[in-house]
């Protein structure tokens, strides 16, 4: 009876190390009678209960500590329709985030020219307490102008580490497209009524960005970068296009960032596997890995993962302004897709060379 009992604390010691602190480990003993299910369901039961603790334990913690307010730690800086809600969705869960006040995205740096101030985009965050984590993402932030964010936030908040999601550009065209008809229908009834079909705004569009902007060239990038945002100003259906040249807008990062301090995440892993991802996510930015792999399910109505919230046993999807495209619903026709996939071509073969890894698009 003592020898079970003692059986059954060291797995549980070693399910909770693996599980929480990545340690492999080889299990030299012979108990052939515990079957592998069995194992596992032990493994996820202690995992869960050791998760609640951590996290209570956090949350009592919480309660002891003075507030202020803070520059954010976690600054999600894109790409638009990558799938920066679903990533902030999946974090807005863990109990030592806390959000930018009124609204998750800020959108200082791309709202006040060269004018900020640190006082002053502090403004945006709730006092919160010390052991917390602030956060804000602006999806705008990674390829709108002005030309100078990222040396502005790393400036204004230098110990933040960034997030960015870079998505199939392909795939982001028709998302940004569909994005702005519902804009535009909602609110502005202007030029991208004009394009009923995303071929109509393509056959306008496609010409003149590769007339003014031209395929990738690494030594002309910071031309090419300039030209891209001009064209934001004057053009502003065109960064419907010129959001995806990652290539390009990465180069300005990269002046004041590097793999320590920005994490590039694949959107389409986001959207087809995010377990590990936000695991890695929660590592990387340093938060205590409390939302689990198993916490996101495929939810078969919303054909999108969503976060089983464990507190109130229940699915936490996104609202039906997310998952309009990419729900398998809309296809793009081959013709318009192969087209776009030669309009990216140099700029993806660009972003491969500069993170030194491919992207499962890429
Ligand atoms: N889990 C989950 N649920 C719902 N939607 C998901 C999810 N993961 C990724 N996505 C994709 O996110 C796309 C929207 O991206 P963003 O949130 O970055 O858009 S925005 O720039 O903030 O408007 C959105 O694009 P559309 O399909 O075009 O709506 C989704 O495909």
Same mark, same amino acid.
């Given at each position: 009876m003592a020898r079970g009992k003692a059986y059954v604390i060291t797995i549980f010691l070693i399910a909770f190390s693996s599980a929480f602190y990545g340690i492999s480990y080889y299990n030299a003993s012979s108990e052939k009678e515990i079957t592998l299910s069995s194992n596992e369901d032990l493994t996820s039961a202690s995992k869960h209960k050791q998760r609640v603790a951590l996290w209570k334990g956090l949350e009592e913690n919480f309660k002891n500590e003075t507030k202020f307010r803070r520059l954010p730690d976690i600054i999600g800086i894109g790409v638009e329709k990558c799938g920066t809600g679903a990533l902030f969705h999946f974090l807005r869960f863990h109990p030592s985030l806390r959000?930018?006040?009124?609204?998750?995205?800020?959108?200082?740096?791309?709202?006040?020219?060269?004018k900020y101030s640190k006082d002053e985009y502090m403004r945006f965050f709730p006092e919160v307490e010390k052991s917390a984590f602030v956060a804000e993402k602006s999806p705008a932030y990674f390829s709108f102008p002005p030309?100078?964010?990222?040396?502005?936030?790393?400036?204004?908040?230098?110990?933040?580490?960034?997030?960015?999601?870079?998505?199939?550009?392909?795939?982001?065209?028709?998302?940004?497209?569909?994005?702005?008809?519902?804009?535009y229908e909602l609110r502005h009834p202007r030029s991208i009524t004009k394009y009923a079909t995303l071929e109509d705004y393509l056959d306008a569009y496609?010409?003149?960005?590769? #007339?003014?902007?031209?395929?990738? +060239?690494?030594?002309? =990038?910071?031309?090419?970068?300039?030209?891209?945002?001009?064209?934001? %100003?004057?053009l502003y259906l065109s960064t419907i296009l010129t959001t995806g040249f990652y290539a390009l807008h990465l180069h300005r990062w990269f002046e004041y960032y590097n793999n320590s301090n920005l994490m590039v995440i694949d959107g389409e892993e986001l959207i087809n596997n995010p377990g590990p991802l936000m695991e890695k996510v929660q590592d990387y930015t340093g938060l205590p890995k409390l939302v689990l792999k198993e916490d996101l399910v495929m939810s078969p109505?919303?054909?999108?993962?969503?976060?089983?919230?464990?507190?109130?046993?229940?699915?936490?999807?996104l609202g039906?302004?997310?998952?309009?495209?990419?729900? #398998?619903?809309?296809?793009?026709? +081959?013709?318009?897709? =192969?087209?776009?996939?030669?309009?990216?071509?140099?700029?993806?073969? %660009?972003?491969v060379k500069m993170l030194g890894r491919n992207l499962s698009w890429t």
């Open positions: 959000i930018a006040t009124k609204n998750v995205e800020v959108h200082y740096f791309d709202t006040h020219g060269y030309h100078t964010i990222p040396k502005a936030i790393h400036t204004t908040a230098p110990k933040a580490k960034l997030l960015l999601i870079l998505c199939d550009p392909v795939k982001r065209v028709l998302s940004d497209y569909v994005q702005e008809q519902k804009m496609l010409p003149l960005v590769s #007339g003014l902007v031209g395929d990738y +060239n690494e030594h002309k =990038s910071s031309q090419q970068m300039r030209t891209v945002l001009q064209l934001h %100003g004057n109505e919303k054909r999108f993962y969503c976060y089983k919230d464990w507190q109130e046993n229940r699915l936490r999807c039906n302004g997310k998952g309009r495209t990419r729900n #398998g619903n809309m296809e793009m026709l +081959n013709t318009t897709s =192969s087209k776009l996939r030669d309009f990216y071509r140099s700029y993806n073969e %660009g972003l």
